[in-house]
């Protein structure tokens, strides 16, 4: 699905990113946890395409094809979602309005016909329910005046509706309070399956006592140093990330 | 600047070309006297002008129009009231080159005692509150435009709801201003008067049927009484070479509330000189804008909010979508006078450059005398935020649809506030047209 290969990239000369490589399988999902600072947020922003980021080396291959190539929207067509950390108010756009467009440029991309507002209508009454939204969400402008957990469940819906086949969630746990999160989780967790794989970028253990990862890596300072199953998050809850750090300069070079 | 043995200026031609005004009334004689007077040898106001620095009036003193009711109507459209807003089916007054047309007028269904008139009308019949009222509000100050206007003006609208009168649906003033081979002016005047806790909405609409070069120069002067509520809409749609230069004074009373929202989307060059005036205490003034310049167009708003006495509230939202060699100016006063002890003022100037070579001028200007007062101001000036862009386009939106969006979004907020549906869905089909049509956002396509 997709595949990482010796990535470095910079933002405004500032080397972020310093040798990623990392391989997701179809229907996987992978946490990266990290500090703040390490670049976890970063690497899903570089792989949805953010402008900002200058990959200086290294190749993202997706389904066979050159990520790097792509513009933002083109590889969402084609099934990269990414959940914002700090989703975007739009005033004067409402959030059906604005799903619906993005959906029907999704099926426009499968050769479908796109859905006119009360299919959409429709379509979107199960996805609301996963996130416990009312459809009243709907009429309202995209996240403007929403609460930081209705943004983020906001994020689930959308990508819930767009069906993607990658998903990169940007620390969708953080900030949340446990009733969120639990809703928010509970949506993730509906939506993984064989068809589709997560890339969930976070700061904390906690969202993973909700979501199960085939694999947990760990960044720091722009490199994956520590590899692992879902213990390895345990892990890092019990000794902090500086347990890492201090591993590496033990180890020298990450695995 | 007073040079009386120039006959050649500018508005000494125009007055010229009026000719003497038909006595309807002492008062009005004595008013149009002293304004031929103010105005009489006057210069236009050039850049030197603190007041007009980025508004050039060069080219406008070098036309010529006749006065629009001299003219030939050829070009009228065949169905007027497809301009009606269908809340206003029943009360509108349509103007066609500032002339009256009581063909295309309708007046039924108004509650007792309001008055929905031709101006001229009023005034020649008598009317006390039109005659009490007229030129009270709009001051001339340094601008001639205005004491123009007060010296020909003949039609407008005239529009008086009674003591606890409340009226539903809009009162529509409809100003057609056809497509002429001769360059015509205009004057149109209006005055609302809403007695103690009246309620009412109205909409001006200007609308250019064609591309031809005229002058629009309306005044319009808004009496509130106490405890009395009053929304006003004004959308400027001249033709793409007019010039629409108006002034707009409402003075409000005690326990009052005035709303306006001005959306300014035509003309090669507009000029709006706005001024609330809050007599008393608990007043609300609402003076929110909305404007789009693309191609050569200059639009320019310049507005004072007066805050006289305490506890009182205002709020300016005054926003700016600049595309093309488009400009757009924008100086709002605030006075918070000395005994405007716990005034709560908002100003905020929100200008969107679409295009490289657009330009946006933005002057907050507060004058505070009193000491217990919150006034919150800010002005930016700048592009589509590239995180909002790339937001939609993480959903599969392709660059040029994004940045429609988001510059309709931009636009939005300020016509969301307006209470009447259909004018809110014609706004927006106005600014969806603009950003359809915007040549900085296609090449992104």
Redesign the interface.
């Known amino acids: 699905m997709l595949t990482i290969k010796n990535l470095y990239a910079e933002v405004e000369g500032v080397e972020i990113l310093k040798g990623i490589n990392l391989e997701i399988k179809k229907g996987e999902v992978h946490a990266l946890m990290g500090p703040n600072g390490s670049g976890k947020s970063t690497l899903a922003k570089i792989i ?5 980021y200058e990959v200086t080396k290294g190749e993202i291959i997706y389904e066979g094809e050159d990520l790097l190539e792509l ?3 083109e ?3 084609k099934g ?3 959940a ?1 950390q700090y ?2 108010e ?4 409402s959030n059906s309005m ?2 619906r ?3 029907n ?2 099926r426009k ?1 499968q050769g479908l016909d796109p859905l006119d507002p009360l299919e959409f209508e429709d379509y979107i009454v199960d996805k609301l329910k996963m996130v416990e939204m009312d459809a009243k969400f709907l009429e309202r ?1 995209v996240n403007a005046g929403f609460s930081g957990g209705e943004k983020k469940r906001n994020e689930i819906l ?1 990508m819930a509706v ?1 069906n993607p086949k990658l998903a990169l969630l940007d620390e969708t746990d953080s900030g949340l309070d446990i009733d969120a999160l639990r809703i928010v989780s509970s949506g993730i967790n509906k939506l993984s399956g064989e068809d589709r794989s997560i890339l969930l970028v976070t700061h904390y253990q906690r969202i993973l006592n909700y979501i199960t990862p085939d694999y947990v890596h760990v960044m720091v300072n722009g490199r994956i140093q520590k590899s692992g199953g879902k213990e390895l998050a345990y892990e890092l809850e019990e000794h902090g990330y500086e347990w890492v750090t201090a591993n590496t300069e033990v180890n020298g070079e990450a695995k | 600047m007073t040079d009386i043995s120039n006959g050649n200026h500018f508005l000494d031609r125009l007055v010229k070309s009026f000719g003497p005004a038909k006595p309807v009334d002492d008062r009005v004689e004595e008013l149009q006297t002293a304004a031929l007077k103010r105005i009489a040898g006057k210069e236009l106001p050039t850049p030197r002008h603190e007041e007009w620095k980025y508004c050039n009036l060069k080219m406008l003193s070098r036309e010529d129009f006749l006065p629009a009711a001299e003219i030939v109507t050829s070009a009228l459209p065949g169905r007027v009231a497809d301009y009606i807003y269908p809340e206003a089916d029943h009360h509108h007054l349509t103007f066609i080159n500032g002339v009256f047309s009581e063909e295309h007028s309708k007046t039924d269904r108004l509650p007792e005692g309001v008055i929905v008139a031709n101006l001229a009308d009023a005034l020649r019949d008598g009317n006390s509150v039109a005659l009490d009222h007229l030129g009270k509000y709009a001051e001339w100050e340094d601008d001639p435009f205005a004491p123009f206007n007060t010296a020909v003006f003949r039609d407008g609208a005239f529009i008086y709801v009674p003591k606890s009168v409340r009226i539903e649906d809009p009162i529509q003033l409809l100003f057609l201003n056809t497509d002429e081979e001769q360059q015509y002016v205009m004057t149109p005047r209006c005055l609302i008067v809403g007695d103690r806790s009246s309620e009412m909405t109205v909409v001006e609409d200007h609308i250019g049927l064609g591309d031809n070069v005229y002058f629009n120069c309306p005044v319009s002067e808004i009496k509130l009484a106490e405890n009395s509520h009053m929304t006003h809409v004004k959308l400027q749609r001249d033709s793409n070479n007019a010039y629409h230069i108006s002034r707009l004074a409402a003075d409000i009373s005690r326990d009052s509330d005035y709303k306006s929202y001005a959306v300014q989307l035509g003309a090669q060059l507009s000029r709006s000189d706005v001024k609330a005036v809050l007599t008393d205490e608990n007043t609300h003034a609402t003076l929110d804008g909305l404007v789009m310049v693309n191609g050569e167009q200059l639009s320019d708003t310049h507005s004072i909010m007066d805050h006289t006495m305490p506890n009182c509230t205002s709020h300016q939202l005054h926003k700016c979508i600049i595309d093309g060699n488009g400009t757009s100016v924008f100086n709002g006063k605030i006075f918070v006078r000395q005994d405007a002890q716990k005034t709560d003022a908002f100003q905020e100037n929100r200008n969107l450059q679409l295009s490289n070579s657009g330009k946006a001028y933005t002057k907050p200007q507060l004058e505070i005398f009193a000491d217990d007062v919150s006034c919150s101001h800010g002005a930016t000036i700048g592009q589509l ?4 862009v ?10 040029s ?2 940045r429609e ?2 510059t ?6 300020v016509i ?1 506030s307006i209470p009447v549906a259909s004018i809110r869905e014609r706004l927006s089909k106005e600014v969806e047209r603009f950003t359809k049509e915007s040549k900085s956002i296609k090449q992104y396509a």
């Open positions: 949805a395409g953010h402008p900002s513009d933002p929207d590889r969402a067509r990269v979602f990414m914002f989703p975007v739009i005033p004067g756009v604005l799903m467009e993005s959906y440029e999704v991309e402008n959308q767009l | 935020n590239p995180d909002e790339f937001y939609l386009k993480t959903r599969g939106l392709q660059e649809q994004t969006i988001l309709y979004g931009f636009a939005l907020d969301e």
